[in-house]
Structures are given as C-alpha cells and as structure tokens.
C-alpha cells in the first residue's frame, strides 16, 4: 500500500508518496497541481535514464554525466537551455529522477526557471529518498565548495518508488545508509535506532527498507516544518555529521569518497566531540560508532586516504553553517542531536584532531 505525507513547509506544500512500482508519467502531471499545462522537461543522468525510459508514458529527457562532478553551473545551464528549447513556460513540469546531484540541480533549476515553475522529484538512490529530495533545499557546488550556491524551493510532489533501488550498486546503499543512521541518530535513543540496528546488513532488497525511508521521511519532514529556511535551532540539527563530513569530502576532493561515507565519519568525529562537552552520554556514543563499524565505515582517524591537513581545517572554518562567524557542531545526544556553540574545549578538540591528521599526512 503506497504511503501518504504531506508536509508544509512555509508557504509551500509538498506531498511524499511512498511505493513499491514505478509511477505513470500521468500520475507525476497530478502531483505537479492545477497549473501545469502539460509541458514538461525530465532530467536525469546516464545510470538513472534507463530508469526514465521504463515508466510508462513519454517524456523529453535530458541526460546529464553522473556523479558530484558535474553538480556545477554547466549543469545547471544544460537543463535551463533544455528547458528553453522545449518551450516549457512558467505552466512546465520539470521532473527530477536521480540520486541527490540531480534532485539538488533540478530543484534549483525549476526555482529560477521563469521565476519559478514546478517541480516533481523521483528520488532513486536511497540518499535522496531519504534525505535530499525532502524539505526544500536546492543548489550547486562552485570553487570546490559543496552547495555553495542554492535555493528553498520544495518539490510539489515527491514519489519514492523502492522499485528504483533494484539497480542500485552496493557503494550507493552503503552512502544512503550513513544518512539513514544520520536521521536515527537524530530521534535519539528511539525504538527507530534499536530496528535499524537490527536490520542484517546483507538486506538489500528495496521491500525491506520502505518502513526505514518512511521513518526518516516522516523525521525530516516535520522538523523542516518547524524550521523551513533553517532560520532557528531545529533544521540545523539535520547537520550531524555533516561539518566534519563536508570538510573531509572537500579536502578530500569532491566526488572521492561518497556523501554517506563522508557524513559517517562526521559523525564519529560528532561523537568523540559530543562526549568531550559531555553532551553525548558515552554509552550512546560508543553505540553509534558500534553501528557505524557494523556497517563498515571508515570512523578513525588518520583517515585511510592521504589528507591535506591544511585544506581540510580552511575547508572545516569555511562551513556554511556559521552562526556570527563561529562555527556550530551538532553532536548526538540520547533524547536527540544537540547543538554545541563554539568554546575553549571545542577549539582544543579541534586542534587535537587537525594535529592527528597532520602526523599522518
Ligand atoms: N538537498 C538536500 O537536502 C540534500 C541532502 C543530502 C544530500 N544532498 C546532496 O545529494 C548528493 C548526493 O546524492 P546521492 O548520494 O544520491 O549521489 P548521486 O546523485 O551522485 O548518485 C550516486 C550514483 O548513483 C547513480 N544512481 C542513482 N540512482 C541509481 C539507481 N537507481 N540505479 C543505479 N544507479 C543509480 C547515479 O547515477 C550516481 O552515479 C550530494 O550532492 C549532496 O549534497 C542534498
């Protein structure tokens, strides 16, 4: 039975559906509202265009080169002159199927195509099902920096249809799988952390993983509506892991190790931090890296790839998220992620840990 949320985030609307099957290209065209005319565009990339070719209707598609390499400005205005050329007007469709590059692109895409035109997002990566097609955020990386340039501008319409995982290959489940836990994480000490644990790690069949994506969708999606523009303290907290993840994944050189890879080992350097400031009650922490290790990420440091230590500490100072100039960690706690503002003992982690990776480099 597909599975229903409709969020409100601000002013804008989003509806989730949840399934096993593909969609019909009709079923998109209701989701995208009474506006749409029936002028549409789907973008894509080369692994999840054979995805676009099975569902049932057609569709003009542009294909864009896989991977966070080309999540750039070129791709950006590879979709807008597609659009162009397809005669899409303020009334068009554009419909996102793929991983998070794409989602992240075309929602940014539909938000400055004619000052806005709507959007419906078929996440097919586990990542984008469970986090990046949810809540709005849109945008590009430029100079190295992830997302440096983006929107709010939440799809009308959103279906996760499990069946796209099918293709999926093991390193992506494995990237998805970090943000999953990432969101448990969040819950805090909740039934949902106690059944991701004990879900086998050779599962891999899309069927059992539809009551974890409807879990993680539900979390996400209210705490974007108590903070859409991440103006307060809530949708922050979505950030666990991600300050250390990002600096990593930067220095690192984007595209080397996956997202989920990256905000995994955030998250560890989250804990050994959280239970530094004694926010992080140890015995939670020690849980989180246990299911960490479970799933085979890489959580020490040094860092089994050589590490630039230089890049990664302008990479971890330059981090989006700075409130006043300072930087902010979201750290685990038992009754859920907590934020940490910046102090002595933050600085002097810090510092420990840029001097480890300097030793190893
Ligand atoms: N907007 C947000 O709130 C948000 C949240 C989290 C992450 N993100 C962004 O998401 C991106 C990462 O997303 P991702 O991990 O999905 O990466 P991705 O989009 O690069 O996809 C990973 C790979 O899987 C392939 N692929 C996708 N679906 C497939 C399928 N069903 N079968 C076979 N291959 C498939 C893609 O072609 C690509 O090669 C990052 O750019 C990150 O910044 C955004």
């Not at 974890?212 to 307060?232: H, L, N, Q, S």
């Not at 955030?266 to 849980?287: I, V």
Request: charged residues 25%; glycine residues 12%.
């Amino acid at each position: 039975m597909p599975k229903f949320f409709r969020f409100q985030f601000g002013n804008c609307s989003s509806s989730v559906i949840i399934q096993k099957k593909l969609p019909r290209l009709e079923e998109l065209y209701t989701l995208a509202g009474d506006t749409f005319e029936g002028n549409c565009l789907a973008v894509c990339d080369d692994h999840t265009l054979p995805l676009v070719r099975r569902m049932d209707g057609a569709v003009p598609v542009v294909a864009l080169p896989p991977g966070e390499s080309s999540k750039g400005w070129a791709a950006v205005e590879t979709i807008l002159r597609a659009a162009g050329k397809q005669g899409l007007g303020r009334d068009g469709l554009f419909i996102g199927a793929g991983g998070g590059v794409v989602c992240d692109l075309t929602a940014f895409a539909a938000s400055v195509y004619m000052r806005g035109a709507a959007l419906v997002l078929l996440p097919t990566t586990l990542l984008s099902m469970v986090d990046a097609s949810i809540g709005g955020k849109t945008g590009f990386d430029l100079e190295g920096i992830k997302n440096l340039a983006g929107t709010f501008y939440p799809a009308r319409g959103i279906v996760i249809a499990a069946d796209f995982l099918k293709t999926l290959p093991e390193r992506e489940w494995k990237s998805g799988m970090a943000e999953l836990i990432k969101t448990a994480v969040l819950d805090g000490d909740s039934g949902f952390f106690d059944r991701l644990k004990k879900l086998p790690r050779e599962a891999k069949g899309p069927g059992s993983f539809v009551p974890f994506i409807e879990e993680a969708v539900r979390i996400k999606g209210r705490i974007v509506e108590r903070d859409p523009r991440e103006t307060g303290t809530e949708r922050v907290l979505l950030n666990l892991g991600h300050t250390f993840g990002h600096a990593l994944e930067t220095s690192l050189g984007l595209g080397t190790i996956s997202h989920g890879e990256a905000v995994a080992w955030g998250m560890a350097r989250s804990c050994e931090l959280g239970t530094e400031l004694g926010l992080t009650p140890p015995e939670w922490g020690e849980a989180v890296l246990g299911v960490l290790h479970v799933r085979g990420y890489e959580t020490g440091v040094p860092f089994p790839l050589p590490l630039d230590p230089r890049l990664f500490r302008s990479a971890l100072f330059s981090d989006k998220k700075k409130k006043n100039g300072t930087l902010r960690f979201v750290v685990p706690g038992a009754e859920g992620a907590r934020l940490a503002g910046w102090n002595a003992q933050v600085e002097t982690y810090l510092e420990k840990l840029i001097s480890k990776i300097s030793l190893s480099s």
